[in-house]
């Protein structure tokens, strides 16, 4: 039992580049998340699906999108990444309104 | 909107102290609140969680309380070890669950 995992784990981009963040998790959970954390700001939350099939914004959703492919993925894109992306992404899903996360991806957008 | 705060911002205690740090929220309706350690490059991992109706929950030597009615919980650490040091935030859940507020977090270091 993996948990949640994301893919890659670490990501350098110039600016207008897109990129795919991956998550999946082995759960069998129904909703799922996508967070960034920045000095400072906290953990903030970007897109999140309640269930396989529908997606929601949260927080700061402005420049990503995602897609619910199936119940265990869930993944964030960017499609002109712009250096104000850059950040740790965390990727979380949830069981009885526990979340649980995935290890993060180190993301740099020069 | 939800706002939470985390005092102290950070800590530093000889190893075998009792230790307590403070989680406030502005909004008292909450679903549940939940208690995170995160290691430096990590993901966060859950210590516990805490439904609006409970007054606390225990996990080996950490114990979590809450008051939904002030906006306050406490996590409560008892005989720190240096494997404690690490950054510990807290989340509230509103009733629409799922959708966590975080604090700032209480980077917490214990020296041998």
């Known amino acids: 039992n993996a948990g949640v995992t994301q893919t890659p784990k670490f990501q350098v981009l110039k600016t207008g580049q897109s990129m795919t963040l991956q998550c999946a998790q082995d759960?069998?959970?129904?909703?799922m998340y996508w967070y960034r954390q920045d000095p400072g700001m906290g953990l903030r939350l970007i897109y999140y699906?309640?269930?396989?099939?529908?997606?929601d914004k949260g927080e700061v959703p402005n420049g990503y999108n995602v897609s619910r492919l199936n119940k265990r993925e869930f993944s964030l894109r960017l499609e002109s990444a712009a250096p104000s992306q850059t950040s740790v992404y965390f990727c979380?899903?949830?069981?009885?309104?526990?979340?649980?996360f995935g290890p993060g991806t180190r993301l740099t957008v020069l | 909107k939800q706002e939470v705060t985390q005092i102290p911002a950070a800590l530093s205690v000889p190893e075998g102290e009792n230790l307590v740090l403070n989680c406030s929220f502005t909004?008292?309706?909450?679903?549940?609140l939940q208690w995170f350690r995160q290691d430096p490059g990590k993901g966060l991992t859950s210590l516990l969680l805490?439904?609006?109706?409970?007054r606390e929950q225990t996990s080996g030597r950490l114990n979590a309380s809450l008051d939904k009615s002030s906006g306050r919980s406490t996590l409560y650490i008892a005989a720190s070890q240096p494997g404690d040091s690490a950054t510990y935030l807290c989340?509230?859940?509103?009733?629409?669950?799922?959708?966590?507020?975080f604090g700032q977090g209480t980077i917490l270091t214990v020296h041998p």
């Open positions: 979380a899903s949830i069981r009885q309104s526990e979340q649980f």
């Open positions: 759960m069998n959970h129904n909703s």
């Open positions: 699906s309640a269930s396989e099939g529908t997606t």
């Open positions: 909004d008292s309706a909450i679903y549940n």
């Open positions: 805490i439904q609006s109706s409970q």
């Open positions: 989340a509230v859940n509103p009733p629409s669950y799922g959708k966590l507020t």
